[in-house]
């Protein structure tokens, strides 16, 4: 199946998967091809994929929509990144920037705004962090 996942800045990933794996806001979803056709919101956390020949990747994302047809899954994502290329200085100025949102939030929709920002640093740090921060 082809999978795309797009922000409003480019397109991150378009590829061929064999399965891809989704945070859906009622739970993860698992995509394989010739899946019934569905659209989902989706909440921040991570997208696993399996891509053709066995390689996995990892994409975080902070939110977004789903379209599932039996032969494509379209991710269309407000924010999303590719963990592969990240560094440990990437990932803390993510954190910190958070953080500082958080702290400095003055009303209800700022405070949700941040705390979507420090929940995607968070994963971000979740993924690579293994690798990073030992």
Do not use: W, Y
Request: with cysteine; glycine share 8%; proline share 4%.
């Amino acid at each position: 199946m082809h999978l795309d996942i797009i922000t409003p800045e480019k397109i991150l990933f378009s590829a061929n998967a064999e399965m891809v794996v989704v945070p859906g806001t009622l739970g993860d979803f698992g995509v394989l091809p010739g899946h019934a056709p569905f659209i989902s919101t989706i909440r921040p956390g991570i997208i696993s994929i399996s891509e053709e020949g066995g390689k996995e990747r990892k994409i975080v994302i902070l939110g977004g929509i789903a379209e599932v047809v039996p032969e494509r899954c379209t991710v269309l994502a407000e924010t999303a990144l590719d963990c592969a290329a990240l560094t440990a200085a990437d990932v803390q100025a993510h954190l910190d920037e958070a953080r500082k949102a958080m702290e400095i939030s003055e009303d209800e929709q700022a405070r949700s705004d941040a705390e979507k920002k420090l929940a995607f640093a968070e994963a971000i740090k979740f993924i690579v962090g293994e690798t990073l921060f030992e």
